[in-house]
């Protein structure tokens, strides 16, 4: 019984919530990994120490970094979201918690990583090359809200997973309760 509401149940349930903080990051970072992997980089071409795109094609994939940051946002996120709701089926406040912790935190590791796998800051290195110098544009997102997907995505599947499956707590106190007995239910007089 002790392992329901007690400290053994508590302290398994906090010690669970920061085992899905610490996994958060490291998809996280396996996310970022994955966006600099699948982005393509856009080639800018350097004239009198300014960079110019050399055609439409570079200039359109300005952009994918910010759609692929997002795809690949949302299938980390909803897959880690979608085992931590599973895992555990207690302390639901503690892990929502967690949940909301872990996917900002994850939020800002895989742009970190993708960045720092990506190519440097072209701006930097157009004042000293010569004319005609090709370069790789940098790995960026656009824009504040593709930041927020972690967050509302895992929220959104941890949210369906305790709903769709509900469970824990009000679950295991429904079996343990004894149903009425019969001279608790009264019978209505028939006139």
Sequence with gaps: MSDNGGPVGVRGSVLFALVELVAYVVVGAVAGVVWEWVWSPPT????????????????????????????????????????????????????????????????????????????????????????????SAQLVVNGKTPYLVWPMVSLFVLSLVFFAMPGGRSRHRAESTSEPSKADVTETGSG
């Design 44 to 135: 800018q071409v350097v004239q009198q120490h300014q960079l110019f795109y050399t055609d439409y094609g570079s200039l359109r994939q300005v952009f994918t970094g910010t759609g692929l940051y997002v795809l690949v946002s949302v299938v980390a996120s909803a897959l880690t979201a979608l085992a931590a709701g599973l895992l555990t089926r207690r302390h639901e406040l503690l892990m929502l918690a967690a949940v909301t912790l872990g996917s900002l935190a994850a939020a800002y590791t895989m742009h970190a990583v993708g960045v720092a796998l990506g190519p440097p800051d072209p701006t930097a290195l157009a004042k000293t090359a010569a004319d005609g110098t090709h370069m």
